[in-house]
């Protein structure tokens, strides 16, 4: 087994289609189809179904993915660790954040680590929250920034910034007009959530529960997967959303957002990282400016 054949097997299974991933990877058809067929000759497992003229993982090859992707991961690092005895005159910082931290905390940072180390790359994914810990999980990323709860043992989480949440709906909706806004106004308002696994609908939810309310309660009209489209369904008027206060301040300044008299919560943003894998210098080196 090769690191090749694995970085074929992966591409093939990410595509389900054999030309594609050999596109990708620059190979020809028959070189791709050649190391998946001698991985699968030499373990004596089919790792796909041949379906039409695509290809499905075969139970065996749903199985082995994760583990040829871990191997992949820890072949890069290898490589990154010796691209940075160079002293960071190369190498590789990559980064997974949720969309309120991503959109509105990171980019500064990630300007100023630019300018220190420009011969750096930095690649950054954007997710929510459960997403972002399953990849610094997975080893595809050096490290995580999320705003949301996190519950994995191998994961190490450190606080280095933070916004709030608060609930906000479009100029002339009813609520706005009151003082001291109820959880008795909340259960009986039109709603506009982020999708399961975000960060800003997981502490929304918990803020209910402390409230005495369930997310089951509301009346949810929409569920959107990011902040903006939350935010302008709710600045087309009617429904109320709880989204950061960062995320929501270029729509209040523009008129066409306020925020409702409620006390949501003060969330914290947090650093994740591996326990068991040895930060980069890059990485280390983001950490620092931090």
Same mark, same amino acid.
Not at 100 to 112: D, I, K, N
Not at 186 to 197: N, T
């Given at each position: 087994m +090769?690191?090749?054949? #694995?970085?074929?097997?992966?591409?093939?299974?990410?595509?389900?289609h054999m @030309?594609?991933?050999a596109?990708?990877?620059?190979?020809?058809?028959?070189?791709?189809s050649?190391?998946?067929?001698?991985? /699968?000759?030499r373990h004596g497992?089919a790792?796909?179904d %041949?379906?039409g003229?695509?290809?499905?993982l075969?139970e065996?090859?749903r199985?082995?993915?994760?583990?040829?992707?871990a191997?992949l991961?820890? =072949?890069? =690092?290898?490589?990154?660790a010796?691209?940075?005895?160079?002293?960071?005159?190369?190498?590789?910082l990559?980064?997974?954040?949720?969309?309120? $931290?991503?959109?509105?905390?990171?980019?500064?940072?990630? &300007?100023?680590?630019?300018?220190a180390?420009?011969?750096?790359?930095?690649? #950054?994914? $954007? !997710?929510? +929250?459960?997403?972002?810990a399953?990849?610094?999980? /997975?080893?595809?990323?050096?490290?995580?920034?999320?705003?949301?709860a *996190?519950?994995y043992? %191998?994961?190490?989480? *450190?606080r280095?910034g933070g916004?709030?949440?608060?609930?906000?709906a479009a100029p002339?909706?009813?609520?706005?007009?009151?003082? !001291?806004?109820t959880p !008795?106004?909340? &259960?009986?308002?039109?709603?506009v959530m982020r999708?399961?696994?975000?960060? +800003?609908?997981?502490?929304?939810?918990a803020?209910l529960?402390a409230?005495?309310?369930?997310l089951?309660?509301l009346?949810v009209?929409?569920?959107?997967?990011?902040?903006? &489209?939350?935010? =302008?369904?709710?600045? !087309?008027?009617g429904?109320?959303?709880?989204?950061?206060?960062?995320?929501?301040?270029?729509? *209040?300044?523009?008129g066409?957002?306020?925020r409702?008299?409620?006390?949501?919560?003060v969330? %914290?943003?947090?650093?994740?990282t591996?326990h068991?894998?040895?930060p @980069?210098?890059?990485s280390?080196?983001?950490i620092?400016?931090?």
């Amino acid at each position: 087994m +090769t690191l090749e054949q #694995l970085r074929i097997f992966v591409a093939v299974a990410e595509r389900g289609h054999m @030309t594609r991933a050999a596109e990708a990877l620059n190979l020809t058809q028959s070189g791709a189809s050649a190391a998946v067929a001698a991985l /699968e000759a030499r373990h004596g497992v089919a790792l796909f179904d %041949r379906v039409g003229r695509g290809l499905q993982l075969s139970e065996a090859g749903r199985l082995f993915l994760p583990e040829a992707k871990a191997v992949l991961a820890r =072949a890069r =690092a290898a490589a990154e660790a010796l691209d940075d005895l160079a002293g960071l005159r190369r190498g590789t910082l990559r980064l997974a954040a949720s969309q309120t $931290v991503a959109s509105y905390w990171l980019p500064a940072r990630l &300007a100023a680590f630019a300018h220190a180390y420009p011969a750096v790359s930095v690649n #950054l994914s $954007v !997710g929510n +929250t459960q997403q972002v810990a399953d990849q610094v999980l /997975e080893g595809t990323v050096d490290m995580g920034f999320v705003e949301g709860a *996190v519950d994995y043992a %191998r994961l190490d989480r *450190v606080r280095v910034g933070g916004d709030r949440l608060s609930v906000y709906a479009a100029p002339g909706h009813p609520l706005l007009t009151r003082e !001291g806004v109820t959880p !008795g106004d909340l &259960a009986q308002a039109v709603w506009v959530m982020r999708e399961p696994g975000s960060g +800003t609908r997981s502490q929304f939810e918990a803020r209910l529960e402390a409230f005495g309310l369930g997310l089951a309660v509301l009346n949810v009209l929409l569920e959107l997967p990011s902040n903006e &489209a939350v935010l =302008a369904a709710v600045a !087309g008027g009617g429904a109320l959303a709880a989204v950061s206060d960062l995320a929501a301040a270029p729509h *209040v300044a523009a008129g066409r957002l306020a925020r409702l008299d409620i006390d949501l919560v003060v969330r %914290r943003f947090d650093r994740l990282t591996h326990h068991d894998r040895a930060p @980069t210098r890059a990485s280390a080196a983001f950490i620092a400016l931090l």
